[in-house]
């Protein structure tokens, strides 16, 4: 059974922070795991890829704002967004990567806006 569930808070004001968790029950070796977002009319775009070891990386319109981190104890990665501007406002999605698949969770809608 493969599961991904992003949540957290819908609605913030422009300068505040969020934190989104992404729960992965995955019975396969996980090479890396993404944050994704799809803004309305745009393309889905990477945030920020951290990989198995720890490494990562991160788009420049978020660099210095949000940090992708992963607590393996508690099957849990996360998405820490600090100083977040209107441009953030997307539906946002984790992603996990094994060798044979690519799997998505279901998105969650941050708005930011005064």
């Known amino acids: 059974q493969v599961r991904l569930v992003e949540s957290g808070v819908g609605l913030v004001q422009p300068g505040d922070s969020l934190r989104l968790p992404c729960e992965v029950s995955?019975?396969?070796?996980?090479?890396?795991y993404g944050w994704y977002r799809e803004a309305p009319g745009n393309q889905r775009e990477v945030v920020a890829i951290?990989?198995?070891?720890?490494?990562?990386n991160s788009a420049d319109s978020v660099k210095g704002r949000f940090t992708i981190s992963n607590d393996k104890a508690k099957n849990t990665v996360f998405l820490n967004m600090n100083s977040l501007k209107p441009e953030d406002t997307a539906v946002y999605y984790c992603?996990?990567?094994?060798?044979?698949?690519?799997?998505w969770g279901q998105g969650t809608q941050v708005t930011v806006s005064s």
């Open positions: 995955i019975m396969e070796y996980i090479y890396d």
């Open positions: 951290i990989s198995n070891t720890g490494a990562i």
């Open positions: 992603n996990a990567r094994t060798i044979a698949h690519t799997y």
